[in-house]
């Protein structure tokens, strides 16, 4: 443990106690939130429709606003599976359901997987599960030619942010790609209800499309939908990659690994312009949220003006700054930092 980390680990020993009255979850804030997210989602989605009579130019523009409305429904079924947005287990099931009929991502399927990732981020053993798989430089160095060209192919930004997020949405969420074999801690019993939910979800979002497509016509209907559903996939996948893939990031076999380290020092304070950080529900605050997901994402903007010490030790990321995150490629494990295949080139060649 570096200095840094011992310092993080001293000025932060209470943080328990300092987050603790954040994690209190408000049916009046939930219902809002559903009021103001849910209402324009739906007006957008109407003008949409409409809009087409005019130009489809105004009709694409209004699908890339509706995205984000799609991400703030996403954020509340999020919350759900935390069991952190209202009070009532029944009601948090019940909204995350209904939200994982606009947003696509089967409601207790992608939960489970989530909470995992929350109990493990950091982990080079699970690096994989929650999150964007990337390879340490020494797993990178040791793949043959083609191990490294198909991983230079993933990594790079056109195929990462542009067909992995559409493979994910389609495939990956529709059937089960994630052996629960390996997560420890889920029981049998949750498992098969997890695979449950998710047959139950593939089969309510194929009723509502043919449904909707058939009363609106299926070309309207997808010439609608897609702008929206597509643009929502790219920005949920690059919130998910900055959030935890920048320069100075947390990364322990699980034998070095520490809860705090990987909340503060694993995720970012991703700080965007206040409208933008209200569209994504305060999910900026990715490192308070890993601290604690019981904290409800209403109450995460709070919880950082009131403990700025949450802040001193975090990465801060602007939109400008993180548009560079792109380019980190491999794990260093003998820098600590994520580099790009330029230095790991430089690193074979010193």
Request: charged share 20%; aromatic share 16%.
């Amino acid at each position: 443990m570096n200095n840094r980390e011992i310092e993080i680990k001293e000025k932060l020993r209470n943080w328990g106690k300092m987050i603790r009255r954040y994690q209190k979850p408000s049916n009046t804030k939930a219902i809002i939130q559903m009021v103001n997210t849910f209402l324009p989602f739906i007006a957008i989605w109407i003008l949409m429709y409409y809009s087409m009579s005019y130009s489809y130019i105004i009709t694409f523009l209004l699908g890339l606003i509706n995205a984000f409305f799609m991400v703030r429904i996403f954020i509340i079924q999020h919350d759900c599976g935390h069991q952190s947005f209202s009070k009532s287990r029944k009601w948090n099931n019940l909204v995350g359901t209904v939200c994982s009929l606009v947003s696509t991502i089967p409601f207790k399927y992608w939960a489970s997987i989530h909470n995992y990732h929350h109990s493990h981020t950091g982990q080079l053993e699970h690096r994989d599960i929650g999150d964007i798989d990337f390879l340490t430089v020494k797993e990178y160095r040791e793949r043959s030619k083609w191990g490294k060209f198909k991983y230079r192919l993933f990594r790079n930004p056109i195929v990462l942010f542009g067909f992995v997020p559409v493979f994910y949405f389609t495939i990956s969420n529709r059937i089960p790609t994630i052996s629960f074999k390996d997560l420890k801690g889920i029981s049998i019993k949750k498992i098969n209800r997890d695979r449950i939910s998710q047959v139950l979800n593939n089969l309510g979002l194929i009723a509502a499309y043919l449904g909707l497509g058939y009363y609106l016509g299926f070309s309207k209907f997808l010439l609608v939908q897609l702008p929206i559903l597509c643009s929502f996939m790219v920005i949920a996948f690059w919130f998910f990659y900055v959030q935890h893939q920048h320069e100075e990031t947390y990364m322990r076999w699980q034998g070095n690994w520490d809860y705090l380290l990987a909340a503060i020092q694993g995720a970012t304070y991703y700080k965007l312009p206040r409208l933008f950080q209200w569209l994504t529900g305060n999910i900026g605050y990715h490192h308070i949220h890993h601290l604690s997901s019981g904290i409800p994402n209403y109450n995460l903007k709070k919880c950082a003006q009131e403990n700025p010490v949450l802040q001193q030790f975090v990465t801060i990321l602007t939109f400008r700054k993180s548009l560079k995150l792109m380019f980190n490629k491999l794990w260093d494990e003998d820098s600590s930092r994520m580099i790009t295949f330029k230095e790991y080139r430089q690193l074979e060649f010193a």
